[in-house]
C-alpha cells in the first residue's frame, strides 16, 4: 500500500513541472504580444488624433471662407477704384477653397490667401469712412476671431503631428511604423491674416507730480 500511495505525488510533480515548462515558454510570448499591440495601438491613435484635429482646422477656415465675400463686397462699397485687390482676394479664397491636397499644399495656398487679406487690410487704410463703417468693424472683429480660432487650431494639430511622428521615428515604435506602413504626418504652418497690434505702455511717468 505504501508503494502505491506515492504514485499520485510523483505524477501531481510531474505535471506541476510540466505547467511550469509551459508557463517559462509561453509567457514571454505573450509579453512580446501585448507589447507589440500596445505599439499599434498608440500609433493607430495617434494617426486618428492627427486627423480629427485636421477636422478642427478645416471647420475654421470655412468660417474664414465665408466672412471674405462679405469682406470684400463692404470695401467694395467704399473703394471702388481698388479692383485688382479685391480680384487678387477673390481669386485667392477661390483657389483655397479648391485646395484639398496635403496640408504643406494646403498651407501653401491658405498663405497666398492670408497675403491677398493683408494687402486689403492695407487698402483701407487709406479710406478713414471705410475703417470707421460699423459693418466693416464687425466683419473686422468676426475674422480677428476667426484668425485666433485657426491658429489655436493650428497649434493643437502642429501637437499631435509632432507626438504622431515621434511614434513614427523613435525606437521601437518605427519598427511597427515601417512594418504596417504608418507615414509620418504633414505639419500646417500658415500665418494670421490680422495683425494684432502691440499694446501702448506708458513710460512718462505720468503720475509724478
Known sequence: MTGIETVPGILGFAEFGLLAGCLCFF?????????????????????????????????????????????????????????????RVTEARTRAVASTGSPASQAQDENALVGALKQLFAVVEGYPDLKASQNFLALQHQLTETEDRIQAARRFYNANVRDYNNRCQMFPTNLMAGMFKFEPAEFFEIESAVEREAPQVDLGGTGQG
Do not use: C, Q
Open 27 to 87: 509567457l514571454p510570448i505573450l509579453v512580446i504580444v501585448l507589447i507589440v499591440v500596445g505599439m499599434y495601438n498608440s500609433l493607430v491613435s495617434g494617426r486618428n488624433h492627427v486627423r480629427e484635429s485636421w477636422s478642427g482646422i478645416d471647420t475654421e477656415l470655412k468660417r474664414r471662407y465665408d466672412l471674405i465675400p462679405n469682406l470684400v463686397e463692404t470695401v467694395r462699397g467704399y473703394a471702388k477704384h481698388e479692383r485688382e485687390v479685391l480680384e
